[in-house]
């Protein structure tokens, strides 16, 4: 059964940083590439970034591009979203996911961003 737990959200002020973890389990971490997804009440979930399985290809939204990466550790079955220079359009529940699978997602981590 695939899960994901993600973790490392809060509430912050503009300007601030966080650091997500998204722990992974049930299929073969090491094999896939993982993902990032955010979103805000009555949106759709829109992307933010991607790392591919062995981290030699990493992209990022054009809206997070300068301000976020993303990182993976496969021994630890983790995938990372470092956020700096947060902006209150940022808000949003955050998602990890397998790249290509968007039949299975976690509980979501809420990010809030205000003054």
């Known amino acids: 059964q695939v899960q994901f737990v993600e973790s490392g959200g809060g509430s912050v002020q503009p300007g601030g940083s966080l650091r997500l973890s998204c722990v992974a389990s049930g299929f073969t971490f090491s094999s896939r590439g993982m993902k990032w997804y955010r979103q805000t009440p009555g949106k759709e979930r829109e992307f933010v970034a991607t790392?591919?399985?062995?981290?030699?290809?990493?992209r990022v939204a054009d809206s997070v591009k300068g301000r976020f990466s993303i990182s993976r550790d496969n021994l630890q079955n983790t995938v990372w979203l470092q956020m700096n220079d947060l902006k209150p359009e940022d808000t949003a529940v955050y998602y990890c996911?397998?790249?290509?699978?968007?039949?299975?997602w976690g509980q979501g981590t809420q990010v809030t961003v205000s003054s």
């Open positions: 996911g397998v790249w290509g699978d968007d039949d299975n």
């Open positions: 790392i591919s399985a062995h981290s030699d290809f990493v």
